[in-house]
Nanobody, 124 residues
Framework: QVQLLESGGAPVQAGGSLRLSCAASRLPLSNPGMGWFRQAPGEEREFVAAISGGGRSTSYGDSVKGRFSISRENAKNMVYLQMNSLKPEDTGVYYC?????????????????WGQGTQVTVSS
């Protein structure tokens, strides 16, 4: 079965950096569009970043533009989220998601597979 395994979440102070990783396995489509979403306590899950199958196209949520960067290594079936200048409002569970198509997408219904999430906690 499809598996998306996130790692790299941790407590960090405001202004710090983290790098999240997502290891994908047994995806039915090689190199699908991938994304990162996050969910804070009591909030809805929101879009953070997305990348196309070839890695040439990316998209970011307004709140993370200029601070976060998504990338991928298709040979390793890995997707990354580099997070810099972290703020307390970046706190939440970060989820990796995979599409059934090669193009990127920014809405939840467009993703077919989801990981279990990794916790990021930013303290002020």
């Amino acid at each position: 079965q499809v598996q998306l395994l996130e790692s790299g979440g941790a407590p960090v102070q405001a202004g710090g950096s983290l790098r999240l990783s997502c290891a994908a396995s047994r995806l039915p489509l090689s190199n699908p569009g991938m994304g990162w979403f996050r969910q804070a306590p009591g909030e809805e899950r929101e879009f953070v970043a997305a990348i196309s199958g070839g890695g040439r196209s990316t998209s970011y949520g307004d709140s993370v533009k200029g601070r976060f960067s998504i990338s991928r290594e298709n040979a390793k079936n890995m997707v990354y989220l580099q997070m810099n200048s972290l703020k307390p409002e970046d706190t939440g569970v970060y989820y990796c998601a995979a599409r059934g198509q090669w193009t990127l997408a920014i809405t939840i219904p467009e993703y077919r597979y989801w990981g279990q999430g990794t916790q990021v906690t930013v303290s002020s």
